[in-house]
């Protein structure tokens, strides 16, 4: 079973920087491609962006030039960083892994981008 724990959220300015980070306990974690999405208050959960296994990357149009997803196979550990953060970034940041076929996803981390 995969578990997947985010850290890195908190308050921050708009303008400022946050890098998320997710420890995942996969075995073979290098196998997988690793994704975020974000969900706040009111809306639909999001997906933000994905590096493949090979170290491919995608992102949403949203976050694109701004956010940058990385992975470190052998801390099994995948990054968010987030630059110039708006407050409709404001959202809980979900970190998950694809494995078996199906996404698994943590149990989040707050953002919140506030002056």
């Known amino acids: 079973q995969v578990q997947l724990v985010e850290s890195g959220g908190g308050l921050v300015q708009p303008g400022g920087s946050l890098r998320l980070s997710c420890a995942a306990s996969a075995t073979m974690f290098f196998r997988n491609d690793m994704g975020w999405s974000r969900q706040a208050p009111g809306k639909q959960r999001e997906s933000l962006a994905l590096?493949?296994?090979?170290?491919?990357?995608n992102y949403t149009e949203s976050v694109k030039g701004r956010f940058t997803i990385s992975r470190d196979n052998a801390k099994n550990t995948v990054y968010l960083q987030m630059n110039s953060l708006k407050p409709e970034d404001t959202a809980v940041y979900y970190c998950g892994a694809l494995t078996g076929g199906r996404w698994h996803w943590g149990q989040g981390t707050q953002v919140t981008v506030d002056s």
């Open positions: 590096i493949t296994s090979g170290g491919g990357t």
